[in-house]
């Protein structure tokens, strides 16, 4: 499954679930309550034969907590840049040493408001985070020795 797939996968899900929210959610909540052994066995059970889906659902969180975002927003940024660095125009092509897949773009925010900018390569993240530094230590030394 490709890399779009599985979002829409996801999206597709999301959007049913919110359309039947407080029914599932009170079915889901019963049924743990009732059979908490039988849950905790069954969620270990889904997680192991849905690496795919778990990937999806951790990195919804990951977007979520770390930048205020949903999967969905992050794929909409992503088509709407083509999937390119929105800085050298080129796919990623790092990979993660953990699954030997290609990293996502990065999301770049603004550190202070938390605007999300764009999505970038690592490659142009990490340049931009030094040229960053780089003018805050030349504000820093004009501040302290050109004064």
């Known amino acids: 499954m490709s890399h779009k797939d599985l979002i829409k996968a996801k999206i597709y899900h999301a959007d049913y679930y919110q359309e039947h929210k407080e029914e ?7 049924w743990r309550k009732s059979n908490p052994e039988k849950h905790k066995k069954s969620a270990e059970v889904w ?7 778990m990937k999806i659902i951790r990195r919804n969180s990951e977007l979520k907590h770390n930048y205020g975002i949903t999967i969905k927003e992050y794929q909409q940024l992503w088509d709407a840049q083509n999937g390119l660095c929105a800085i050298c ?21 603004d550190y202070k408001t938390g ?3 764009a999505l970038l390569c690592k490659n ?19 501040k302290n020795f050109c004064l």
Not at 24 to 30: F, L
Not at 101 to 107: G, R, S, T, Y
Not at 124 to 130: A, D, E, I, P, Y
Request: charged fraction near 25%.
């Open 89 to 109: 125009n080129s796919p990623e092509t790092v990979i993660n040493p953990n699954t030997k897949q290609i990293k996502w773009l990065a999301v770049d925010h």
């Open 124 to 142: 142009c993240n990490v340049m931009l985070g030094k040229v960053n530094n780089i003018s805050w230590g030349i504000k820093l030394l004009w």
């Open 47 to 53: 997680r192991k034969s849905n690496p795919d889906k």
């Open 24 to 30: 599932k959610k009170a079915q889901a909540s019963e």
């Open 115 to 117: 605007e999300i900018r």
